[in-house]
Structure formats: structure tokens, C-alpha cells
């Protein structure tokens, strides 16, 4: 009988330094496994793999859904520096030729000084002198649309959207712009609609009012100008339709592109900023912008914003699927 219990007694200390043997190499290929995750992680390198049900392997998965998340926040970074860094560099390079005729004109200037009756002959002191103003106005521009846009990328904007009348964002809009579309000859028309949308006022004047002032540069003189809105059940629609050349299919994705100019509008004023700074001011307000447009019969760009009725602020509206 003492020689069974003494067998029970060595069989069950064998069985228990089995338990605890096993116990301790499962313990530490869980933290083999999470040592690896850890490495691989820090290598940029981690990928995902199946778990049991066990407590160690719970844990794991946390550790695994966290180094996800990490790995996610760290390649949000590295683009969001990666759009500083294209930023700085297409401020640099954008900058270059007005700060280059700035100084070249004013040169001409000192030069015409110092011997005024040649110089003025040649190039004439007050052609210079606007030719300094206008780039100066064009730097100057160009350094406030980068900031918008800098500001715009960032999410560091201030919008505060509302209900307000369509029909009165069109009218200030008309109004600025009027004296410019006099001067080159074309109409501006809009029907009214009584709609109510949601949007923030400043912003989406500047948004339409780059629309529109693009639309008055391209198209020729003689032409026209049409604004009209539309309400529906989720979005108002607003669309500013021209008479200009139009916009063929293989550049419509790209004009609204940061510092996008046709080939065919080189010789025309402008930085290629318009339409992204547009779009980036409607996006952050949970709207969008699309295009219509084919060569030789104009070009009707739509601005979809946030009904008041039937959208709620944050809900953003989606481009159609074709």
C-alpha cells in the first residue's frame, strides 16, 4: 500500500513538472511570438497572423490591433510630411520668377535713372514701374493662396457651417466679380431658387468666386456667364456653366490639381491654384465639386453642399459612381 501511494505521489510530481514544463514553453513561445511583433514592428515589417482563444493569445491580439494602428499613424505621418515637403518645394519654385522679374525691372529702373532719356526710349520708366506692381500683386497672391492652401491641408481652417440663402451667396459673388466680367465683355446670369443650404459663407464665396472668375479669363469675349441651384433631398446643387473652349476628357481629373495650367491657357494670367483651393474649401465643409465639359462646348462645374433639411454637419456627400 506505501509503495502504491509512494508511485501515486512520484506519478503526480511528474505529471505536475510536465504541466508547469509545458506551461513555461508555451509561456515563452507567446513571448517569443510578442518579442518578434515587436521587432517586426519597429522594422516597419509587422504582419498579422491567426490566435487562439487563450489568454496569452488575447493579449496578443491587442498588441497586434495596436501595432496596426501604430503603423497606421506612423504612415499618416510620413504622408503629412511628405505634403509639407511638396508644399515648401512648390513655394520655392513658384516664388522664383516673380522675386526674378522683381528684380530684373527694378534694375531697369536704376538703369533708367541713370541715364534717363536712352532708357525711357528703349523701355519706358512707367512700363516698368506697373510691371513691378503687377508682380508684386502676383506674389503677393500667390503667397496668400499657399497659405489657404497650407491651412486647408492641415485641417487648420475654421469653418462654421450653417443654413444659409443660396440665392445671396450668388448675388455678393456676382457683385465682386462684375466689373472684371465688364471688362472682358461677358454676361453673368443666375436663376433664382429660394434654396437654403449649408454652408460657411466666406469660404464658399471664395470657392465660387474662383469657379466663376476662371470661367469670366477663358472665355472669349462676347460670351456668358450662367448660375443656377438646385435643391434636393441630402445636397444642394450649384452650377456655373460657361461658353468657354471647354476642357477635354484627359485633363478633367487634372485641373483641379495644385498649380495645373492646360497647355492651351499658358499665354492667359493665372497660378493653376483656383480650382484646388475651391475644392479643398468645399471638401472641408463636407461637399464636393465635379465637372462636365467638352472641347468647344464650354464647361458647367457643379458645387454639391450639405442640404439643410435632409444632411447633417460632418456628413460628407460622395461624387456619383458612374
Known sequence: MTRLLAALAAAALIAAGIIVWRSRV??????????????????????????????????????????????LSRQNLAAEKERIKTLISDISHQTKAPVANLLLYAGLLAEAGKAPEESRSRHGSRSHAALIVSQAEKLRFLTDALVKASRLETGIVS??????????LLEEVITQLKSAAQARDISISFLRSNTIAVFDPKWTAEALSNIIDNAIKYTPPGGRVSLRAGAFELFCRIDIEDTGPGIAEDEQARVFGRFY??????????????????????????????????PGEGSCFSVFLPAAGGSRRGVSLRPPTR
Open 26 to 71: 508555451r509561456e515563452r513561445r507567446v513571448m517569443e511570438r510578442l518579442a518578434g511583433m515587436l521587432d517586426a514592428a519597429m522594422d516597419a515589417g509587422f504582419t498579422e497572423t491567426s490566435f487562439d482563444e487563450s489568454l496569452f493569445s488575447a493579449l496578443e491580439a491587442k498588441l497586434a490591433r495596436w501595432l496596426k494602428a501604430s503603423a
Open 159 to 168: 469653418v462654421v457651417p450653417a443654413a444659409n440663402s443660396v440665392d445671396a
Open 261 to 294: 495650367r492646360s497647355p492651351r491657357v499658358q499665354q492667359s494670367e493665372g497660378v493653376g491654384l483656383g480650382l484646388y483651393l475651391a475644392r479643398e474649401m468645399v471638401s472641408v465643409q463636407g461637399g464636393y465639386i465635379s465637372l462636365r465639359s467638352a
